[in-house]
């Protein structure tokens, strides 16, 4: 196996875990996948969103902050596409929140994962900001 073909399967991993961590909600976990210059790329923000989450520490404390608003979380990865000549991995997933209080959310995502000596470097996340609004503003009445 070359070091190209490990680390894809190393980051391969990783998504999963990501995902996986999020559904247990542990973000302390959660948090130890990341890069200390991590960046959450929102290519389409709703209002009231920012359009990146910059630094592992603000990344961290965003997402202890939204998923303390949610009773659940699940994502099901619908596709896993490792990029041939690089260590980025593209997946396709569907959300479902249940937000405190009751409110569904669902969302079909697109994420392209970008990786530094092993942890996240960069996610960008492609989702119908008009769904997420739900989430966005539930934060705001916290």
Known sequence: ???LHANQARNLETVRRFFELMHRKDIDGWSELWAENGRIIVIYPPAGFGDSIDGKA???DAFKGLFDNFESFESELTAIYPAADSEAVVVEYRNRAVIKGGTEYTNSNIAVFRFENGLISAYHDYFDPRRFQVVVD?????
């Open 138 to 142: 539930a934060l705001a009445k916290r």
């Open 1 to 3: 196996m070359t070091d």
């Open 58 to 60: 603000a990344i961290v």
